[in-house]
C-alpha cells in the first residue's frame, strides 16, 4: 500500500488542523491505520490508531481529547483532526499502516509509511 500524506501547515497556538492520509493499492480496510510525528531531535512517537472498520481507536496522552482520528474506508483516507494545538504539536507527522488487527502504538508494528507532513504551530 502507498500512503500520502497531507493537510500540514502553518497554524496559530490554539487553532485545529486536519490532516488526511490517502491510501492506494490493497484494500484499505484491511489496515490498521495509525499517526506519528517526530520533531526535530527527536525520536518518532505515536500519536494515534485506528481499527479497520473504525471501531477501536488509540490516542497518546499529550493529544487525548484534543484529537480525533476517524477514516472513511470508501475513500481510502485516514484523517486526524487536531483542535487546540500547542507549540509541542509542532512536528512532522506521518500516517503509517499495519497488517495485523490490533491496534497498538508500536512503531515497529506497523509495515507502511507515507513521507509525511509539516505541521508548525505559531505562538
Known amino acids: 500500500v502507498q500512503l500520502q500524506a497531507s493537510g500540514g501547515g502553518l497554524v496559530q497556538a490554539g487553532g485545529s488542523l486536519r490532516l488526511s492520509c490517502a491510501a492506494s493499492g490493497r484494500t484499505f480496510s484491511s489496515y490498521v491505520m495509525g499517526w506519528f510525528r517526530q520533531a526535530p531531535g527527536k525520536e518518532r512517537e505515536f500519536v494515534s490508531a485506528i481499527s479497520r472498520f473504525g471501531v477501536t481507536t488509540k490516542y497518546a496522552d499529550s493529544v487525548k481529547g484534543r484529537s480525533t482520528i476517524s477514516r472513511d474506508n470508501a475513500k481510502n483516507t485516514v484523517y486526524l483532526q487536531m483542535n487546540s494545538l500547542k507549540a509541542e504539536d509542532a512536528a512532522v507527522y506521518f500516517c503509517?499502516?499495519?497488517?495485523?488487527?490490533?491496534?497498538?502504538?508500536?512503531?515497529?508494528?506497523?509495515?507502511?509509511w507515507g513521507q509525511g507532513t509539516q505541521v508548525t504551530v505559531s505562538s
Open positions: 503509517a499502516a499495519k497488517t495485523t488487527a490490533v491496534v497498538g502504538q508500536d512503531l515497529a508494528s506497523f509495515d507502511y
